[in-house]
């Protein structure tokens, strides 16, 4: 998009052309999300511009939506942590898609060690991811493909955060709950799903209204 001088004018006049061919399509789209919404996917992606939920092709109130640099689910992070519970409790998402994406700004970063400022706050998420898979990164000589691999583990590492979370828990148990793994590759706009092996260490974040254990 161009810096003209009427910046909104022209944002509104593609979102008006983009409405208008929306509601031709699909006629009762706008209407029935005005009631309210009932997404079956809740999207956790980067924020980087190349990588949004559009390559879904899917259409307004199909996905509910959270992007953040290198897409991360710290367990600190109250933004993260409250869309999860809003999605699952709330909304009764059936799945969950983790995605990354090939060329990350936030993995080169961390594959790095030069200081970024606040971003290195962030950013010290993904070092951990960097720091446990250490052996296995260092063993790739070529860089991009170490890249890959990193950005691959990242989307595995945050699988296994959100799959720790309460009411992920407690959905999946139900049975009414799938957790998925993905990379979007910007060179050719496709999706790679990711094999994500059980997390050994789940057990440990069941919790129950009573510690029977300590009694």
């Not at 006049?13 to 079956?40: E, I, M, V, Y």
């Not at 949004?52 to 640099?69: A, K, M, Q, S, W």
């Not at 910007?186 to 254990?213: C, F, M, Q």
Request: hydrophobic letters at 40%.
């Amino acid at each position: 998009m161009s810096l003209s001088s009427d910046f909104i004018g022209e944002l509104l006049q593609r979102n008006h052309a983009w409405a208008d061919r929306t509601d031709k399509t699909n006629p009762d789209l706008f209407a029935r999300n005005a009631k309210g919404q009932s997404p079956q996917i809740l999207w956790i992606g980067c924020s980087d511009s190349r990588a949004g939920e559009g390559c879904l092709d899917l259409l307004p109130g199909d996905v509910f939506v959270h992007r953040n640099i290198a897409n991360l689910l710290p367990y600190n992070d109250l933004s993260s942590l409250s869309v999860v519970q809003f999605a699952v409790d709330v909304l009764k998402v059936k799945h969950i898609v983790i995605c990354g994406h090939y060329e990350c700004g936030g993995a080169i970063a961390s594959l790095g060690s030069k200081r970024l400022g606040l971003l290195d706050n962030w950013l010290r998420n993904l070092r951990d991811v960097r720091a446990k898979h250490k052996d296995e990164l260092e063993m790739i000589p070529d860089f991009h493909e170490r890249l890959n691999r990193f950005i691959e583990l990242n989307v595995i590492h945050q699988v296994h955060n959100v799959k720790k979370l309460v009411p992920v828990i407690d959905a999946i148990a139900e049975g009414r709950l799938q957790v998925h793994g993905l990379v979007y590759d910007v060179a050719n706009g496709r999706l790679k799903p990711i094999d994500v092996p059980d997390d050994p260490h789940v057990e440990h974040y069941h919790l129950a209204e009573d510690d029977g254990d300590l009694e």
